[in-house]
């Protein structure tokens, strides 16, 4: 059965806390908390070497970009990226010009635009 030690004389339950390393400390009377180091997260990059992003669609654009209108958002404009290039991923960098001209492809940004 897990321990039912009262949190900081709360009443409350450590184990309900999910504090089930809380453990008093001896020199100050107080319950000290330990937590677990945190995992490492393996993060994924996507990228789509030497081809292009957009196969199809508008082609016979020179660049593809999109504008939705916004009646709540924080700033004026916000270009999001859809080339997967971007340094600052969601939001656009200009990392598409690049790819632009590598691939011959004509992918650009999503624009939100408030109201």
Known sequence: MASTTTAFG??????????????????????TVIFPKPRRSSAMVVRAEGQTINPEIRKTEEKVVDSVVVTELPKPLTAYCRCW?????????????????ATGDNVGPLLLKKE
């Open 10 to 31: 709360s009443g409350v339950s450590t184990t309900a806390l999910g504090l089930s390393s809380l453990k008093p400390s001896p020199t100050v009377g107080v319950a």
């Open 85 to 101: 290039r971007s340094g600052t991923f969601p939001l656009c960098d200009g990392g598409h010009v690049k790819h632009n001209k």
